[in-house]
């Protein structure tokens, strides 16, 4: 129908908006380093973890972080050796510079 687009079922008609300017944020770490998928990060202080007795030790590495847009400000989601997958805060890590 031109420029218009038509449900086969409804017959709904809406025209097709292309976003050219997808909005990007930038993660920085606890320091202002920026963060990307695959970087690997320090915690900077002990966490604690629900439902576990032992915390994240400051100083724990973690390896091929994964930027998301989670729940309550978590903005990483990553697997913590001897925790398994969570989701961690910005806030709270240091970006490893090779």
Known sequence: MGSLLVCPECANEWTQEVDV??????????VGNILEDGDTVTIIKDLKVKGSSTSIKVGTKVRNIRLVNGPDGH????KVDGFGAMNLKSSVVK???S
Do not use: F, N, S, Y
């Open 95 to 97: 970006k490893v510079l």
């Open 21 to 30: 300017a997808e909005e990007v944020k930038v993660i920085k770490d606890a």
């Open 75 to 78: 903005d990483i989601d990553a």
